[in-house]
């Protein structure tokens, strides 16, 4: 049994409240049960740890560099707290079929739709979390996170918000055309999430 994934997203729960005001809604769109990809907006590094501690208690599989995993403590962390390396260089192809992997074996995925951080929502989603949820059958929950990026400690609020979870396209083999389709309706859903985030008063 993985005991460090609970103890670490608790006091990274813990710290966010106390350090960035952290406010979160919609956790009640989280599966109780069953595997499903977690999608959301990507502007900072605080956004995995944050997005993944408050989906609790469900545990977040999330892709991180595998440089990371050539460092002495972090390669002893990061496969505790459900990270799994992925080669930037290589190909795209591989991380993805690890997420399937995991899907299939009824754990639950963090997938940035855009691919790497995307401060200035000018990175165009690609079609491989749809792919992914398409092959799995397993629905994908959209996510917003407002004001991490650049986030100061104690003078800034960031805000968390999770919708509903959204089917994944039918199954067999889905065209381009419903995979982007369904990309866009993903991308849809976490752009009013994080309208209503920039909506709400501190």
């Known amino acids: 049994m993985n005991l460090v994934y609970p103890f670490i997203t608790f006091w990274v729960r813990v710290g966010a409240i106390v350090l960035y005001r952290v406010r979160v809604r919609g956790r009640e769109n989280i599966p109780k049960t069953g595997p499903f990809i977690l999608a959301g907006n990507h502007v900072s590094n605080l956004d995995p740890p944050i997005l993944g501690s408050f989906a609790h208690p469900r545990e977040i599989h999330f892709m991180a560099k595998d440089d990371l995993f050539t460092k002495p403590i972090l390669r002893w962390l990061l496969p505790r707290i459900n990270a799994f390396p992925v080669n930037r260089e ?10 399937l992997a995991l899907l299939r074996a009824g754990r639950c995925v963090g997938i940035f739709p855009q691919g790497t951080r995307n401060p200035d929502g000018e990175r165009d989603a690609r079609l491989g979390m749809a792919w992914v949820a398409q092959l799995a059958q397993v629905p994908v929950v959209p996510a917003a996170i407002y004001g991490s990026r650049g986030a100061k400690l104690f003078r800034t609020q960031i805000k968390v918000a999770y919708g509903k979870p959204i089917p994944p396209p039918p199954g067999g083999k889905a065209g381009k055309a419903a995979l982007v389709a369904y990309t866009e309706a993903i991308m849809a859903a976490v752009d009013a999430l994080n309208e209503e985030n920039d909506r709400r008063a501190d």
Do not use: K, V
């Not at 290589?90 to 997420?99: E, F, I, K, N, V």
């Open 90 to 99: 290589g190909s795209a192809r591989a991380p993805l079929m690890d997420s």
